[in-house]
């Protein structure tokens, strides 16, 4: 099989890239998103399902992917940041590569098939659980929805990111509502939707002496 120009120029800078550091691109099945003021790349064993990790990005593809994408596009000045590959949207899934940066030792450049599709309602939720998990420790006593949940329409104390600088988490009560709502689980106590007036829902604990005493 003949391989085209194209395709042989980004493998061979690519390959070279890997040379500098050998074994270190990873490949996965994720999403790329911004959150929080930071670019991540949130990876999926399955689609749909639990994520399994949270990478943080520099917001820029490696400079074999750069270099690459110049020649294709005939822009020399194209910018090397994965916000100009998708300008309409700052979430979107698909098979990415990744590897560690020279600048930055705690996060990662995009390598290869960095376009992607749009992301589902699920994986993008499930994408910023993770991350904003990942940021802060969650308190003693508290399970992660992404570990276990709740009995189904139990009333339980769950807790999710402050959006507020004097605290890192907010306390509510809410209830695990698959059944009502798939799309949207998790509901306040009056049946709304969490996520209408705050955050999704981190992790949660029984709290059944508390809320339903006899």
Known sequence: MTVPNHARRYFDALRAAEAINPGALRHCYGIVLHHRRQWWLVEFAELDQTPIAAHRLTGSMTPAMTDWLRRETGDPRLSA???????????????????????????????????????????????????????????????????????????????????????????LTARYMPDYRPRSPWRDISGDAVSDSGSDILAWRPARDWLMPN
Not at 94 to 121: Q, V
Not at 145 to 167: F, K, Q, T
Request: aromatic share 8%.
């Open 81 to 171: 940041n994965i916000s100009g590959l998708r300008p309409d949207t700052k979430c979107w899934s698909g098979e990415f590569s990744r590897l560690p940066s020279s600048e930055d030792p705690n996060a990662f450049d995009i390598d290869a098939h960095p376009w992607g599709s749009d992301a589902g309602e699920l994986e993008t939720r499930l994408a910023r659980t993770l991350i904003d998990g990942s940021v802060n420790d969650l308190p003693a006593g508290f399970t992660s929805v992404l570990s276990a949940l709740p009995e189904n329409d139990e009333p339980v104390l769950a807790i999710r990111s402050s959006g507020y600088v004097c605290a890192t988490f907010e306390l």
